[in-house]
């Protein structure tokens, strides 16, 4: 297969741990006969560094062309200011809309290898293996907003379309695995999630019957993702509430440096990055984890590319090098903790 891919390293350790990720998509290529063609972009911050907007106009040109776009991390110290007009985030919401690229799966899984790097029970992470649909261009996020000296308003809307494309989503993918879909909203309060909850109900009843559905208020699924978090399959959810679960989520594999993403939309071009953030006070110092990079460059292969195989065979890559015990330092490692290219070394030698 030839493939066009946009590399946005972006800032902070983003630079590091994507280039762990394209060592490893070039074994992938060479082991496969695939023919990657990797163009690097700058974004966020580094975009801003040369004078540029957070989401240049070639940068953006250059993901529309692309068969998959490779993220790596946004942000910087310097304009983290929240009253400053311009601001490196802007750039990934740009993308987002621009895009169209509505959905954001999230994967959870807790490798057995590594229980202990996470903070909860090793009785409550068997068989944890959750799928985070978090619904990523409506909501509070994009909603009209106001502010005067003493009082300010985020709007939150959400059309019966944009829900009823994040139900079919979840629904269909639910079906690949155990076939339980779980919708979280806050519909004993909020006119947007009894709108989420009646629309969500009467997709999966009359398209997806062998689906089992099951709604749950917010702060209760906040509540059953650290006491039962084996019971999840799908989770489908809106903007702001997928945002806040899935980081809470990240700790049941013990880091945020296990969890991948994949953005995507109607077609087959999608965003795929790591769910933390630049990390200004690790950038290069070679220690950051990229495993979740890694993996999301398997996401990559897998809904972009439809190269499951290959997907497959890349996450093993990533598990045989934790059960070897190649950690870095947010996962406790037992010895001395791994460096980024070493980590990425010991996928590599799997492949």
């Known amino acids: 297969m030839k493939a066009r891919i946009a590399l946005l390293a972006g800032d902070g350790i983003g630079p ?15 082991r496969y006969g695939h023919n990657f063609e990797i163009d690097a972009a700058p974004v966020g911050a580094a975009a801003m560094d040369l004078g540029l907007e957070p989401l240049p106009s070639p940068t953006l040109a250059a993901c529309q062309h692309a068969d998959a776009i490779l993220f790596g991390a946004i942000g910087a110290l310097k304009y983290s200011d929240p009253n400053l ?54 909501g509070i996020y994009f909603g009209a907003k106001t502010r005067t000296v003493d009082s300010a308003s985020d709007l939150c809307v959400y059309s019966a379309h944009e829900i009823e494309r994040i139900a079919r989503l979840g629904a269909r993918l639910a079906r690949t695995r155990r076939s339980r879909l779980t ?28 689906v089992i559905l099951d709604h749950m208020y917010i702060d209760a699924a906040a509540m059953h993702l650290l006491r039962r978090p084996s019971d999840f399959d799908v989770v489908i959810t809106e903007n702001m509430f997928g945002d806040i679960l899935t980081d809470e989520a990240s700790m049941l594999p013990g880091s945020l440096g296990l969890c991948p993403s994949a953005s995507l939309g109607d077609g087959r071009l999608g965003l795929y990055e790591p769910i933390h ?56 490692p037992k010895t001395s903790a791994a460096s980024t290219q070493q980590a990425g070394n010991a996928v590599l030698a799997y492949l």
């Open 277 to 332: 953030g630049s990390a200004p006070d690790i950038a290069g110092r070679g220690i950051a984890n990229p495993y979740a990079t890694i993996l999301s460059a398997a996401l990559l292969l897998r809904y972009s590319l439809q190269l499951e195989q290959e997907a497959a065979f890349l996450e093993r890559g990533v598990i045989q090098a934790l059960e070897a015990g190649v950690r870095t330092a947010d996962l406790r």
């Open 16 to 30: 590091e741990v994507t280039a762990e990720a394209v060592r490893c998509l070039r074994a992938i290529e060479t």
């Open 85 to 138: 007009k311009v601001r490196p985030e802007q750039a990934i919401l740009g993308l987002r809309r621009e895009l169209g690229l509505y959905a954001n799966l999230r994967p959870v899984v807790c490798y057995p290898s590594i229980v202990d790097a996470s903070p909860l029970k090793p009785e409550l992470l068997t068989d944890v293996d959750i799928l985070v649909i978090r619904e990523l261009t409506g």
């Open 183 to 210: 919708s979280v909203d806050k519909a004993n309060v909020l006119e947007t999630s009894r709108l989420w909850r009646e629309i969500t109900t009467r997709i999966v009843a009359t398209e997806f019957p062998d």
